[in-house]
């Protein structure tokens, strides 16, 4: 998908820039590092956390099973910015809850004790959510689509706008839902996590992800619905 990069910005006239992270699960390096190629930025690559045992167990996907994380690193370049992309592609193991992408920690903000970032993960009834501290109180939003064992899904945040999609393969459709946030209370993240939550506060009760994850991939630009099904398609134009 994101090998296709450069044919991607031409087509859809963006700016390479943008694209910050892919992380690459077809070349693992030795040891516990997951580099980010193929476009995004290297010095977003991550680093595995609580891993144990062989994380690449099938070719071309991560394994996450027992409560490991990936950390991306250099997170000064990934935050700042009124605007992101996620997209991932990945396979749930089991039929419990899990933790996709998590930004959350707790933290001070101006010198008051606050939550800082987001996390982005399924429920039991399988629908994404996107879960932040709105004023002191716990706000999720939550993707009424219900995705399938294996999925290809974005989440758009753009300023006070956030949107969940994920492709159709069977019907070739991008479905899409959007939502209104506080934007004022989206304080830019210390840490980015894949897979689980680590530094969340005690509220959050969502479980570390148990499955594949084959690409993710993070703008930090807010791609337009066009964009989003030329790359979840598998960078067709069109989709198609």
Known sequence: MAGLWNNFVSFLNLNPTG????????????????????????????????ATGN????????????????????????????????????????ISDGTLISTMTTGLTQG?????????????????FFEYVNKGENTTLTYTEPLATKNAIAVVRSNNSLSFYNYDFSANILNGQNYTINSDCLFSPTGY????????PLSYSGKAFSGYIDELLYFNQALDPTALKYLLSGGTPGGN
Do not use: M
Request: charged share 10%; net charge positive.
């Open 193 to 200: 996590y894949i897979g689980k939550a680590v530094n969340a």
């Open 112 to 128: 008051y004790d606050s939550t800082l970032g987001y996390i982005i993960g399924f429920n039991t009834a399988n629908n994404l």
């Open 55 to 94: 994380v690449y167990k099938v070719s071309g996907s991560g394994f996450w099973g027992r409560g490991e994380a990936i950390r991306l690193n250099n997170v000064s370049g990934l935050t700042g910015t009124n605007s992101f992309t996620w997209l991932a592609v990945f396979e749930k193991s089991g």
């Open 19 to 50: 694209f910050r992270c892919y992380l690459d699960f077809d070349h693992p390096l030795s040891g516990i590092v997951v580099p980010s190629v193929s476009g995004g930025q290297a010095v977003h690559s991550g680093t595995w956390v609580g």
